[in-house]
């Protein structure tokens, strides 16, 4: 699953079709994006909010989400049915499985855009009272929950729990306040390393916690879980160096 630095990389190699008139919209998707008056429309902007691709239209705006196995490509097909394809004078778009919805009226209404990490307006504050108002929760569900963390997903989770010395069932409530700090500005801070990494093709070499099987700062086996937490996803995490807090 695309995690929110990817979506931000599609929003900047789109930039192109900014401005541009969609001439055609085909795809095997059940909105009907034919009937909304997509095709002829022009492109207003693209914005991205964790996980969410969107592209801005006069009244309307369509929301890509790439769930587990989306993907994307430009100017040339490289996948059999695409979801969508929209094609301008100056180019392809192609949307593969993923899930596509319609939001009317102005994006701003349907986003918080201050819970996005890699947002500009993005407010720690507002995530550390959210996350005290969830005490029992596991710092790996809270780190994924995109109510509050938007654009995390379980590389970084994994690594933000890493480089802070927090193992995942910590409880949020049990974290002192340093902590809970560190955890908030990691997941902002790791999610810029992730984009300058996967820009630079290098992401995986970075990894120091996810899919790794020996700590590299204690030298011993990872724990490794399948399905953590209420949101069953992987955990890799260092039984030794990562401390549990609980209430």
Known sequence: MPEGPS???LKEQVQKFKGKKILEVTGNTKVDLVGAGVAGSKVLDFKSWGKHFLIVLKGWSIRIHFLLFGSYSIDEQTKPRPRVH?????????LYACSVKL?????DTHYDWTADVMNDTWDPRKARKKLKDKPEEL?????????????VGNIIKNEVLFRIRVHPESQVGALPPRKLSELIREARNYSFDFLEWKKAFELRKHWLAHAKSVCPRDHIPFLKVKHLGKRKRRAFFC?????????
């Open 7 to 9: 979506i931000v990389i």
């Open 86 to 94: 929209l094609h301008f004078k100056n180019g392809d778009l192609f």
């Open 103 to 107: 939001l009317e009226g102005d994006i």
């Open 139 to 151: 710092a790996a569900d809270a780190l994924l929950d995109q109510d509050i963390f938007a654009g």
């Open 239 to 247: 039984p030794k160096c990562q401390k549990r807090y609980i209430l």
